[in-house]
């Protein structure tokens, strides 16, 4: 047999056995963390990038995960996790629209959606519907909330910084939001006067998500890790910190 033809057998059973060892998709990839600015869970620059940067990169850190993060505008982001299979997106809120467009790999938190006022709190959907004005931002699923349910008396914003300042300023009666972001919002925004908020009216999952290329076991390793933070108290003491 000559020496060419044992070489080629040999490149070939070596060829096997890495592809039994070493399966494509498990192969070490760096993940590309993409993103949008949506403090508090997304920050671009600062000493921390915010809560949903940091809860994504514990998770890829104790997955053994290698990561970049890239921020980007919001339809940019979600595009480029939806047609590549090596990116995620941190805190996608999960909703029946949005079902089939994504590898939906870990829930990192559940919030509620609350009518936030500086004085009576609003704890049902009729009491909200005899406030003459009620804020929400524009193209976001608290002002599709409002809208399935009938609500006529809304005002819109382009950003919950401007909510914050309107319901301070007494121009609307109620903002709607979630309780994470509103607090966070208010926090910065009128730092002097107590946010009122009132009892959930709906509430909404937070998750990590890939497309739907985004390799399977690569997705349950950063599942296994997010569960982990959940158990220690990572995750709420990242949420504790942002408030």
Known sequence: MGTGIRFARMVRLLLVVCTVAFPMQSIARDINVVAVHYAPLIIPDGSHR?????????????????????????????KMVQRTADAIYPALYRNPKRE???????????????????????????????????????????????TAQG??????????????RKLAAGRIDAWFLNDVLAAWAWKRTVPDRELVSGAPMSSSDVYIVGGRDFPADLAERIRVSVESMHTDGSITQLLKRDR
């Open 100 to 146: 089939n467009k994504f590898t939906w790999i870990a829930k990192v938190q559940v919030v509620g959606n609350t009518f936030n006022t500086t004085n009576v709190p609003v704890n049902s959907l009729a009491q909200a519907r005899r406030l003459a004005k009620i804020s929400v931002e524009a193209g976001t699923a608290m002002k599709d909330y409002l």
């Open 151 to 164: 609500f006529t008396n809304l005002e819109l914003a382009e950003r919950e910084e401007v909510n914050a």
């Open 50 to 78: 915010g809560w949903a940067i940091e809860v994504a990169r514990e998770a890829l850190r104790r997955a053994g995960l290698s990561h970049s993060v890239e921020v980007l505008p919001f339809n940019r982001s979600v």
